[in-house]
């Protein structure tokens, strides 16, 4: 019987997949994109493109390395600049695809079959960019082995007392507990296409990922209980990693750092600037790969329902600070807040307010949240806003600390840019790349929604 048996006539919901989908119609689809679809010349220019911005990402970083961090903005007060900003910002990014991976797997929700493959590998590079910039913004990388208890006979240990040093075991925790739920959640998927390549170097290279998978009742128990193992994992370090990096301002005394408020706060950043990017991301993919049927309207809606709801959350963290400023009669936290908003980065402030509360309340209506290129539009503005939220909780609180004598002004150089540029370019290169390489959508979940969607039309009928 499907759930859908008792509503009246008409008021069915719209399928989580188009409907008229078979097996073979799904493996076909999904498995083409990567075995037989040829590399047309728009992917060519576009990987060519983003090649050429990782190369000025390396360029910026060697210059870094040969220089120092002098070849960047930052300077006395602001030790901390666009590394950090975009480092925060960045793990974000990736926690929309542990979400939609763990906790919606673990709440059986069905409209994440479509969208968690893609969400978990974005998952995967964003947190590769984001562990560049703590790295190379000590100046040199080259001791970023004394971050970790490493054997030391002459006693240098890390100070693990500083939420820098957790900042490394949980985003290094994050990172590796994603990729196992990634890969664990491709092998079947890799054994499908081990099994319908042409080539033989295709069969060769499917095959050693697929790991001897042959879909026996025994892989599939096994595949299970190892993926509900990973899941239950993964949903506590959806929370505790950005509550972690949240921590590397509030347990410092600098005024609009020292809050109570982050944890929390950050989290729901974090999930809305994830969700606004898979948005970003599978608008122009559903489009380009022909997966409208798969990546339906109503699964952009759930996400920008998700989008609305998290962004609430985080105009109410907003309002929060403003009001504990005030109310706490800490001249330095009133001081702080009075500079947001007619201080010298104030315009920084009022482009935040815009995009991350302003116009994400037209998600209101069901009319915007089912316009395509009003949802990518929006995704797009709410990316940049979370930007600037971290560059305002960064920078602001930074050049206006306690003395007069000690403030300061911050300006990024081409170097700043140019890092944050070619980490972008980087992490939309490594997307080019797996949606070229591996199926974009998770087939064995799609055929599983495709067997419950026929028995439950026949339940209904």
């Not at 309340?361 to 940049?384: C, D, E, G």
Request: proline share 5%; with cysteine.
């Amino acid at each position: 019987m499907s759930v859908t048996g008792n509503l009246p006539a008409g008021h069915e919901p719209e399928p989580w997949i188009e409907p008229g989908h078979t097996y073979a119609s799904v493996t076909d689809k999904i498995s083409s994109a990567v075995l037989t679809r040829p590399l047309g010349i728009g992917w060519l220019l576009g990987f060519a493109f983003l090649f050429s911005i990782v190369m000025v990402l390396n360029l910026a970083i060697g210059w870094l390395i040969t220089k120092g961090v002098g070849i960047w903005g930052i300077n006395i007060p602001i030790g901390w600049g666009f590394a950090i900003v975009n480092f925060v910002w960045w793990i974000g990014i990736g926690h929309a695809g542990t979400l939609i991976s763990a906790i919606l797997y673990l709440l059986n929700q069905k409209w994440r079959t479509s969208i968690n493959r893609f969400a978990e590998a974005m998952t995967l590079f964003a947190v590769a960019c984001a562990g560049l910039f703590p790295l190379i913004h000590t100046g040199r990388p080259w001791m970023a082995y004394y971050m970790f208890p490493y054997p030391s006979t002459m006693g240098i240990w890390p100070q693990f007392r500083s939420p820098l040093i957790w900042d490394v075991f949980a985003v290094s925790t994050y990172g590796t507990v994603s990729l196992l739920f990634w890969f664990v959640g491709l092998l079947p998927d890799l054994a499908t296409l081990r099994d319908r390549a042409k080539t033989r170097w295709q069969q060769v290279i499917f095959g050693m990922l697929s790991m001897g998978w042959r879909g026996s009742a025994r892989h599939w128990h096994r595949y299970q209980s190892a993926y509900l193992l990973l899941a239950g994992l993964a949903t506590p370090l959806v929370l505790s990693v950005h509550t972690v990096v949240s921590f590397d301002f509030a347990v410092g005394i600098v005024p609009g750092w020292h809050t109570t408020i982050f944890p929390p706060y950050f989290v729901a950043g974090a999930i809305y600037s994830g969700f606004a990017m898979v948005l970003t991301l599978a608008i122009p993919m559903r489009k380009a790969y022909g997966m409208e049927g798969f990546i339906t309207l109503r699964h952009l809606e759930q996400m920008a329902k998700v989008m609305l709801a998290t962004g609430l959350i985080v105009a109410y963290g907003y309002f929060i600070e403003f009001f504990m400023a005030f109310y706490s009669g800490n001249k330095f936290d009133v001081f702080l807040a009075k500079q947001r908003l007619h201080g010298p980065y104030a315009p920084f402030y009022y482009a935040l307010i815009l995009c991350n509360i302003l116009t994400p309340q037209l998600l209101w209506f069901k009319k915007v949240r089912r316009n395509i290129p009003a949802l990518f539009v929006m995704s797009l503005i709410i990316n940049t806003g979370m930007w600037l939220e971290r560059f305002v909780i960064v920078v602001i609180s930074l050049t206006r600390d306690f003395m007069p004598s000690a403030w300061g002004r911050y300006s990024p150089t081409v170097w700043d840019y140019a890092t944050f540029v070619g980490t972008l370019g980087l992490f939309t290169m490594l997307i080019f790349l797996f949606v070229r390489g591996l199926p974009a959508i998770a087939i064995s979940e799609m055929r599983e929604l495709v067997h419950e969607d026929s028995h439950g039309s026949e339940g209904h009928s």
